[in-house]
């Protein structure tokens, strides 16, 4: 099993930035990739980005290229992602998910963290 544990969300005026961290603990070394998705207020969850843990390479949604920056600090086993330039549809929950080696799917998931942005 892996535990996963977010902090960092809160409440901001868009155009601003917050950072959100992951403390992920348990069977880490089962997991080939993690990442960072949120739910809006009905809507369906959405990855947001993610990082592959042994070669660091990363994906993004389309909606925060540019704007957010998934990183990891493999000794402190921590995932990291600095939102910048916040818009209001940035609203969301945001859960740090991982996929185990050899699954196609997220299995481990934090319970979330709030982020709201307003004008």
């Known amino acids: 099993q892996v535990q996963l544990a977010e902090s960092g969300g809160g409440s901001v005026q868009a155009g601003g930035s917050l950072k959100l961290s992951c403390v992920v603990s348990?069977?880490?070394?089962?997991?080939?990739?993690v990442g960072w998705y949120r739910q809006a207020q009905g809507k369906e969850r959405e990855l947001v980005s993610s990082?592959?843990?042994?070669?660091?390479?990363?994906k993004y949604a389309d909606s925060v290229k540019g704007r957010f920056t998934i990183s990891q600090d493999n000794a402190k086993k921590m995932l990291y992602l600095a939102m910048n330039s916040l818009k209001i549809e940035d609203t969301a929950v945001y859960y740090c998910a991982g996929r185990k080696c050899g699954v196609p799917k997220y299995e481990y998931w934090g319970r979330g963290t709030q982020v709201t942005v307003s004008s």
């Open positions: 348990g069977e880490i070394w089962s997991t080939c990739e």
């Open positions: 990082i592959d843990v042994g070669d660091g390479s990363t």
